[in-house]
């Protein structure tokens, strides 16, 4: 029995191919994806393809995209095996990881995917990314059970879980990397799953968020910080939280300057969350002084998770509109596989 797997295509270089009279890069039209990759045909697949009405930049992704890519996958949810999202690079750990805390009890493959150079390029990553991508939505078990059950990102021979990623690099194939999670599947000869790091665990209906709220500041530390930037930082009356970036296990500086203004953001009821700096290993805040200062005033332990799950599960738990405590116990708790 044939797949059905709906491919959404939001923008990016994995789009793009040549013009052949002005020879500049333009958008390829997915509705003859079997034209240009006649290797899909062997895979027995029905595909329903979407796109964006005015495809994007990653750069310019933003919350109205989210809920756009959103309410794609839920029209089709029901009648499809599996997604495969084409999307810019650039902002992919994002968008993977708003995707992850917008579906809950997921039961069929998001899978994004992208491209290094685009598809219409001689040593294009394109094409292997694609075509694994929809092998991966449209894999099951003997049992006709779907292998990935969440959202994820495949690229360059590694399946990742969507929210635990991030770009380390912009000219590598190999563009991302999950430094605090095992990968979900290897490309190979063989496709191989590592099951016993796949969510299958989904017991429940599919239950849909699509709202964000995106008033959530970011404050990067940096040696020598003077008060007149952490004011100006920390001045924003509109923010609902606080992204704070640390060094190491989730230090700061003991700053009377610093500690006075986290305390009276915190007292106005801005969430601050502690994410470390490092790109792999969490926040540990009552390991030395200079990180259980931060968490007796009242500052959040972020864990292990990255800076884009982080911003995106404050911003999806901001828009449910809990009370302090209810928010604060909801993001220290595993709510997708984004956490340790």
Known sequence: MHKKIVLIYTGGT??????????TLVPFDFNHLLTKIPELESLD?????KTFDQPIDSSNMNVSHWMQLIEMVEEQYEQADGFVVLHGSDTMAYTASALSFAF?????????TGSQLPIGILRSDARENLITAIEIA???DTNGVP????VCVYFEYNLYRG?????HSSEDFEAFDSPNYPLLAQAGVNLTFNEQYTDRSGGHDLTTYKDFDPRVSVLRLFPGMTAESISHALSNQEMKA????TYGSGNAPMDSHLNAGLMEVINRGVYVVNITQCPSGGVSQKKYEAGEHLDKIGVISGGDMTFEAAMTKMMHLLALEKDGIDLIKSYQKDLRGELS
Do not use: C, H
Not at 14 to 21: A, F, L
Not at 147 to 150: A, D, M, N
């Open 104 to 112: 809950e009890n997921l039961k069929k493959p998001i899978v994004l």
């Open 14 to 23: 994995i789009g793009m191919v040549q013009d052949p009279q002005s020879g």
């Open 242 to 245: 606080l992204i704070l970036l």
């Open 163 to 167: 929210n635990r990623i991030y770009k």
């Open 138 to 140: 449209s894999a099951t």
């Open 45 to 49: 697949i029905e595909f329903v393809v």
């Open 147 to 150: 292998r990935i059950q969440e």
